[in-house]
Each structure stands twice: as C-alpha cells, then as structure tokens.
C-alpha cells in the first residue's frame, strides 16, 4: 500500500513537470495578458472620457440657460 502511494506521489510530480514545461498555452496567456491591458486602459479612456463630455455638456447648457436669459 506504502509503495503504491509514493508511485502515485511520483507520478503526480511528474504531471506537474509535463505541465510546467508544455509552452503550448505560453502564447495564449501572453495574449490574455495584452487583451486584459488593452481593456483596462480602454475602460480607463471611456471613463475618463466620459467625465469630460459631461462636464462639456453642463457648460454648453449652462451657457444656453444664461443666454435665454
């Protein structure tokens, strides 16, 4: 029983080994990295963006409300 534990410890190991040296799935993190960056720093633009077009608007209407007097 002993020894069909550490076989099966052994061979758990070297399932990690096979895993960590597949580079297969490298390029595809890699490009879930970069898509993941690319998002954040777009959401960043949008909000960023957004908070300015806002206060644009809240000009060009308080300057309209000003001018009909």
């Known amino acids: 029983m002993l020894g069909t534990t550490f076989r099966?410890?052994?061979g758990f190991?070297?399932?990690?080994?096979?895993i960590l040296a597949?580079?297969?799935?490298?390029t595809a993190t890699?490009?879930?990295l970069i898509a993941s960056l690319i998002?954040?720093?777009a959401s960043t633009?949008?909000?960023?963006?957004?908070?300015?077009v806002g206060t644009t608007y809240d000009t060009v209407n308080t300057e309209l409300?000003?001018?009909?007097?």
């Open 65 to 69: 409300a000003t001018a009909n007097g």
């Open 13 to 18: 190991r070297r399932s990690w080994a096979d």
């Open 30 to 32: 890699e490009y879930a």
């Open 39 to 41: 998002a954040v720093a």
């Open 22 to 26: 597949d580079r297969t799935a490298t």
């Open 8 to 10: 099966r410890i052994r």
């Open 45 to 52: 633009a949008i909000v960023s963006l957004g908070e300015e």
